[in-house]
């Protein structure tokens, strides 16, 4: 933001204050619609800016002078050395000290209708200490609707992290383009409801890096053709279920037919031949493990799942390395879950087998063994975590968590930050059909011959994962919603 900051001032020509003045206007204009300026009348609301001495601090005085200037009672609180402001924030000051503003030493937080959290923006570098830190606890305290001004005051912008002390708002409008950190926990959970305004700062630069999807780009999936045939929508081959483990080899076929995959064939025991038959009678079930038997499949199939719930002993081993390398060899698109990630992690030999082809959908216990790294390192910045490992295995990583993050490992650093699902998804099997589910939409854009990159792929499938389980949480609520009634749900989020 920084950088599209600079270049809308210095290149394109836009005052610093027109940006200032834009953003206050889009944020007034955002709150006026809430439920506290529909219920209150206007002589019953009082606001009150709590402004830092930066330029989020100047934009904290604009709102509190357009609402003054609306007629509404307004104050302002300035945080730190009026002597120390930005140059924009001294303009503001002025300007409100022309209109005989009102400025107060003090405040009783809960004597008034709204706060406007204007403290810091996304340039804070440093813990929340001292004096700011005890404003905060005041205004998280105070019964008092909270708008935090682009960020909440103490939330890291590019990580989510609380910077020792942070604002919890009821709503924040920020600036151009949603900041990773209002994406990533506990940011997400700080910000309340989230507003992009528009106000005349735009990408020409392509500084962009983060992305993700909204339901107008589920209209770029590919359209199956009306002249195919189950051979054209690919055929996917699950490699999964140890002995009494057949449910996950079951969600994951079952979530990739599900999302659009014209076949599928399960590698799995002998164990689980019949109860795969009777729940899922669509898939070809494969028991003989022999090398020819596993090449026989590979050579069948289009895309590759390998993981859900194979166990660990020799045998699963010896599967997991013969189809790695074989998926190495043709360069065949290979989703490596669950144990497969496992059995990776303790066997150094099959790091070779990685690549461009490979996507690894770890959770963060997973992601710790592979990597190394404790579960809170991983969690204090989920995307550089990603990014890091995605890079050194040259492969595509999909790490699950309440927010999962997705990265490709080109040099571009193409990051997907995924916003769809909910705390219902949290339970036994879910992560099994994200698997099939990201092997079935890579069969859908085979199918069609259209070259997306792998972390783009992933994405949209992660993405449909969550919309599902939103659909499933609609029905059964998050406290009793299933795995199977995730699978069930997809064909909602298609149809929709």
Avoid at 366 to 389: C, F, H, N, Q, W
Avoid at 455 to 469: D, M
Avoid at 470 to 484: F, H, K, L, Q
Wanted: charged content about 25%.
């Amino acid at each position: 933001m920084q950088k599209l900051d600079r270049q809308t001032i210095e290149v394109n020509n836009v005052p610093s204050c027109v940006l200032m003045e834009r953003a206050a206007y889009q944020t007034v204009c955002e709150l006026e619609k809430t439920d506290l300026f529909r219920h209150l009348p206007k002589e019953k609301l009082r606001i009150l800016s709590v402004c830092g001495t930066g330029n989020n601090g100047g934009d904290g005085i604009a709102i509190a002078r357009i609402f003054f200037l609306k007629g509404y009672h307004a104050e302002i609180l300035m945080l730190g050395d009026r002597n120390r402001t930005s140059e924009e924030t001294k303009r503001q000051l002025e300007i409100a000290e022309s209109y005989q503003m009102s400025f107060i030493e003090d405040a009783v937080f809960s004597e008034y209708s709204l706060i406007v959290d204007a403290i810091f923006g996304v340039g804070l570098s440093r813990e929340v200490k001292g004096y700011y830190a005890e404003v905060m606890d005041r205004i998280n305290g105070a019964d008092v609707y909270v708008a935090a001004v682009d960020v909440p005051s103490g939330i890291n912008g590019d990580n989510g992290e609380i910077m020792g002390k942070a604002v919890k708002a009821d709503m924040t409008v920020t600036f151009a383009y949603l900041k990773r950190g209002l994406c990533l926990y506990p940011g997400k959970q700080y910000a309340g409801n989230i507003i992009v305004a528009d106000i005349g700062v735009y990408d020409h630069k392509e500084c962009i890096h983060t992305y993700g999807f909204e339901k107008k780009d589920l209209m770029e999936l590919p359209v199956r053709d009306p002249a195919g045939n189950k051979g054209t929508f690919g055929k996917v081959l699950v490699v999964a279920g140890a002995k009494g483990m057949c449910g996950a080899a079951y969600f994951a076929a079952a979530a990739a037919l599900k999302t659009g995959a014209g076949m599928v064939a399960i590698h799995t025991v002998e164990e689980n031949r019949i109860p795969l038959q009777t729940r899922l009678p669509e898939a070809i079930i494969s028991c003989d493990f022999s090398k020819e038997e596993c090449e026989r499949l590979f050579q069948w199939c289009d895309v590759v799942v390998l993981g859900p719930g194979l166990g660990r002993d020799e045998t699963a081993l010896a599967k997991t390395a013969i189809y790695m390398e074989l998926c190495k060899i043709f360069k065949k698109t290979l989703v490596l879950d669950a144990d497969g990630l496992n059995i990776l992690s303790e066997n150094e030999r099959l790091l070779d087998y990685m690549g461009t082809h490979v996507i690894c959908t770890p959770h963060l216990g997973e992601m710790s063994r592979l990597t190394g790294s404790g579960i809170a390192e991983l969690k204090k910045d989920p995307v550089v975590s990603a990014v890091k490992y995605a890079k050194k295995m040259q492969c595509v990583m999909v790490m699950k968590d309440a927010v999962t993050v997705i990265s490709g490992c080109n040099d571009s650093e193409n990051v997907y930050l995924n916003r769809s699902g909910n705390a219902g998804m949290a339970t036994a099997g879910s992560g099994d059909a994200l698997t099939g589910m990201i092997a079935g939409m890579a069969c859908m854009f085979l199918a069609e011959n259209r070259e997306e990159p792998k972390e783009h792929i992933a994405a949209l499938g992660v993405y449909i994962h969550g919309l599902s389980g939103d659909m499933a949480a609609v029905t059964y609520g998050e406290n009793s919603m299933t795995a199977a009634d995730l699978i069930e749900s997809i064909h909602c989020v298609f149809r929709q």
